[in-house]
C-alpha cells in the first residue's frame, strides 16, 4: 500500500520528524507523497532530495549542522541560549541584521527583518539535490502563505520546479525572517495559517494510507505559571489550527493516522527555538519512538 506523509511546522521541534522518518523506514513503507509546511517541508524536501539508502544520513546532518552544545545543560542555561538565539540569532541559520529591531528606535531607517537567513539558504542548497526532488519517486508538495491574499499555495513537484525558494517561503516567519518573493507574489510560514498541510494530501481520491505529523497536541499539562500558560497557549493555537483542518477536510474513505508529539515533561514556552542538540536529539527520539508504537498498534488492529 502506498502510504502519504504529512509534516507540520514547529521550527526546532520539527527534529521529530526525523525520527518520525527513521521509524517509516525501519517499517519499510512506501512512501510516494509528502506535504510539508514551515519546517515539514524542509524535512520533507531533504527527504526527497536525497538517494534513498542516504535519506537518513541527509536528516541526521541537517540537525547536525543547525544544532550547538550547551554546556552545562539545565533549565536556567536552556532559557539563557533561547533567549540569545532571538535576540542574536542561530549562526548557522540566521544573523542580525541592521537596523533590524532597531527600527523601533526614533529616527531610525527602515527594515523588514530582525534576521537575515543566507547561512540557512546555503544550507539548503547544500543538503538538497534539487533534480532529484524534482524527478524522483516522491511527490513533493511544499505550501506557503501568500502575503496579500491570505491564501494558503501548494508549490508541487510535477506542476511547478521546487528551489530553495518554496523552503525559504514556507519557513518566512514574518518580523523574524523578510518574506520571499516568488513570480511577483510575498509568501510568509505556512503555519501563520495552516500548520498542519493536510489538504495538500487530499486533492486526489486514493486508498493510500496518510500519516499526518503534529509538533503540537491538543491535550496536555497546564502550569498554572507565566511560562505553563505561554507554553499551553502556543501548543494551543497551532493545535487548534490542526483540528480545524481536520474538521473540515472530507474524510470519508480516507486512511488517516494523526501522530502527535507529546512531552509533558517539556512544558518551555520558547521550545521551538531550541536548537540545542540534546533537544533535537531528545524530540527526534521521541518521533521514532511514537511512530513505530503508532504503526505497531496499527498493524495489531488491521
Not at 32 to 39: L, V
Not at 179 to 208: E, K, T
Not at 222 to 249: C, H, I, K, W, Y
Amino acid at each position: 500500500m502506498d502510504h502519504w506523509l504529512c509534516f507540520s511546522g514547529g521550527n526546532s521541534l520539527g527534529s521529530f520528524h526525523a525520527g518520525a522518518w527513521a521509524a517509516v523506514e525501519k517499517a519499510n513503507l512506501n512512501v510516494t507523497r509528502m506535504a510539508g509546511a514551515s519546517i515539514g517541508a524542509v524535512v520533507a524536501a531533504i527527504i526527497a532530495g536525497n538517494p534513498p539508502d542516504q535519506r537518513q544520513q541527509a536528516l541526521d546532518g541537517f540537525l547536525q549542522a543547525v544544532g550547538h552544545t550547551v554546556f552545562p545543560w539545565n533549565a536556567f542555561t536552556r532559557r539563557n541560549w533561547v533567549l540569545g538565539t532571538l535576540l542574536a540569532g542561530q549562526p548557522s541559520l540566521y544573523t542580525p541584521t541592521l537596523p533590524g529591531f532597531f527600527e523601533l528606535l526614533p529616527g531610525a531607517p527602515r527594515d523588514v527583518s530582525a534576521f537575515a537567513r543566507h547561512p540557512m539558504r546555503r544550507l539548503l542548497q547544500e543538503r538538497i539535490d534539487y533534480d532529484l526532488l524534482n524527478d524522483g519517486d516522491i511527490e513533493v508538495s511544499v505550501t506557503a502563505l501568500d502575503a496579500e491574499s491570505g491564501d494558503i499555495v501548494v508549490f508541487r513537484t510535477g506542476e511547478t520546479r521546487l528551489t530553495v525558494d518554496h523552503l525559504m517561503a514556507s519557513t518566512a516567519l514574518p518580523v523574524l525572517f523578510r518574506p520571499v518573493q516568488i513570480d511577483g507574489r510575498h509568501f510568509l510560514d505556512a503555519g501563520l495559517s495552516q500548520n498542519l498541510p493536510l489538504p495538500a494530501l487530499l486533492d486526489r481520491d486514493d486508498p493510500a494510507e496518510i500519516l499526518a505529523f503534529d509538533l503540537y497536541g491538543l491535550q496536555g499539562t497546564f502550569a498554572p505559571t507565566l511560562n505553563g500558560v505561554a507554553n499551553r497557549a502556543q501548543d494551543l493555537m497551532f493545535a487548534s489550527q490542526s483540528r480545524s483542518v481536520l474538521e473540515s477536510s472530507d474524510l470519508k474513505g480516507r486512511r488517516l493516522t494523526h501522530v502527535v508529539l507529546r512531552d509533558d515533561s517539556d512544558d518551555f514556552v520558547g521550545k521551538a527555538f531550541d536548537f540545542s542538540h540534546q533537544s533535537l536529539r531528545t524530540w527526534q527520539q521521541l518521533g521514532q519512538a511514537i511512530t513505530e508504537r503508532t504503526l505497531a498498534d496499527k498493524a495489531v488492529g488491521a
